[in-house]
């Protein structure tokens, strides 16, 4: 054939099949982008719900770190204190600004007996452990004396305890009316073991006689022991 016969293409037709090529790459370019940009959504989304949702448990933990009635107060490994709610104030008169900072020993809020047995059971909570309840005298601002049940457990942070967290509850009221009842019932035997007559005290339900005084020595012959161990006797008496 002659040279001139055979088709050639033309600088159009290449231009078209140029602009083909890039036509798809750039959609397949611009699908990519689209799953991306859809998915750096999804992920700012979700990071604003979960920043909405951690200040909203941020705000609930302030609210009732401020309003709770017991004292929460957390210490380092140096008994420094770290954090402390505001019913400080409301429990021993002091402002929390005055603690942050200082060590327990240095505040002298716990008498000297009672701080050693806080040491003690602080070492325990650092090593893991939490302390239920333990009852200890504070002081006031005012010198004034209140004791409150003081819980604690550890903090833990990358696995290991970096802080002890502590709950004081003000147990004054109960501790002034057992003291008053213990009191009482101290003068009540006292006038009862003075007297000549013959009294005794028993259970209402199942009539065990839970005291008597010492006159049983003298009326019938029998010791105090005796008479509250065996209820016979007590039956041939009365």
């Known amino acids: 054939r002659d040279l001139h016969s055979f088709p050639t293409r033309r600088s159009s037709d290449l231009v078209r099949v140029n602009r083909s090529a890039n036509t798809g790459e750039l959609g397949l370019l611009a699908l990519h982008f ?77 008498s000297r ?30 010198g004034a004396r209140k004791y409150g049940e003081l819980s ?21 009221a109960r501790k002034c009316a057992e003291e008053s009842l213990r009191l009482s019932e101290g003068k009540y035997r006292a006038l009862t073991e003075s007297l000549a007559d013959l009294i005794y005290r028993a259970d209402p339900e199942t009539f065990a006689a839970t005291y008597v005084n010492k006159a049983v020595e003298r009326i019938y012959g029998y010791s105090v022991d005796e008479w509250l161990r065996d209820s016979s006797l007590r039956e041939k008496a009365i």
Not at 46 to 71: C, G, P, Q, V
């Open 34 to 110: 689209d799953k991306m940009a859809g998915a750096l959504q999804r992920r700012e989304e979700e990071r604003k719900l979960a920043t909405e949702a951690l200040r909203e448990n941020e705000e609930k933990y302030r609210l009732h770190f401020e309003n709770i009635s017991d004292m929460i107060f957390s210490y380092d490994q140096e008994f420094r204190i770290l954090s402390v709610s505001p019913s400080l104030e409301r429990m021993l008169g002091y402002k929390p600004e005055e603690f942050i900072g200082k060590s327990l020993a240095e505040l002298n809020i716990i």
């Open 113 to 142: 007996d009672d701080l050693q047995r806080v040491f003690s059971d602080a070492t325990q909570v650092f090593a893991g452990k939490n302390i239920d309840s333990t009852t200890h005298e504070f002081v006031t601002g005012d």
């Open 152 to 172: 604690s457990a550890p903090l833990f942070r990358d696995g290991r305890v970096v802080a002890v967290v502590s709950v004081v509850r003000d147990v004054t």
